[in-house]
């Protein structure tokens, strides 16, 4: 693979779906883990355009459920690349509900999600392509995107916190 730079719109990716009577709990709101399956699917389909190569997903970071989804509404989940390591990405995802007529439209959830590139043929890690952020909000995603993952390997102890550079001083009081 020819690894290049890459933006965040080349790999950028949209579902949508429209909230069914099986996807609610008896109150008539959306299961939370319904909608992180669908979060993950449409990062892992981001991911995969990035990377070109098969992904697993290897961390979700604090899921947000800050708005209610209802029975009929519908939801637009958007995912997006923030920063490429070097076989690992991650990716940021925001939901966005409205009613069926396109009304009333709110953000409802978002979440971080890590994934690994697999090389096809052994199933082992594999480069990626780094990201060229082209905006000040994909500048501010990809400049955070050190801290958040340091803070995933502290938090899964692969990291030592006094090894993490970027965040040393949330550990050190």
């Known amino acids: 693979m020819n690894i290049k730079d890459k933006t965040v719109s080349d790999s950028k990716t949209i579902m949508t779906e429209m909230i069914m009577p099986n996807d609610t709990n008896p109150l008539g709101n959306l299961m939370g883990g319904n909608l992180m399956r669908w979060m993950d699917i449409a990062a892992g389909v981001c991911a995969a355009k990035h990377a070109e190569a098969h ?3 290897a ?5 947000s459920f800050d708005l209610p989804i209802k029975l009929g509404n519908v939801i637009t989940i958007t995912a997006q690349i923030t920063r490429a390591f070097n076989s690992s990405m991650e990716v940021y995802v925001e939901v966005q509900v409205a009613e069926i007529t396109g009304a009333n439209p709110r953000k409802s959830n978002h979440a971080y999600f890590s994934f ?7 199933l082992k890690p594999t480069k990626v392509h780094k990201i060229s952020p082209q905006n000040k909000i994909e500048w501010d995603r990809y400049n955070a995107a050190t801290r958040r993952r340091e803070l995933r390997l502290v938090l899964s102890g692969r990291l030592k916190p006094e090894e993490a550079k970027e965040i040393k001083e949330i550990f050190s009081n």
């Open 116 to 122: 690994v590139a697999l090389n096809e043929s052994n």
């Open 59 to 63: 961390a979700v970071d604090h899921v």
């Open 55 to 57: 992904v697993v997903t």
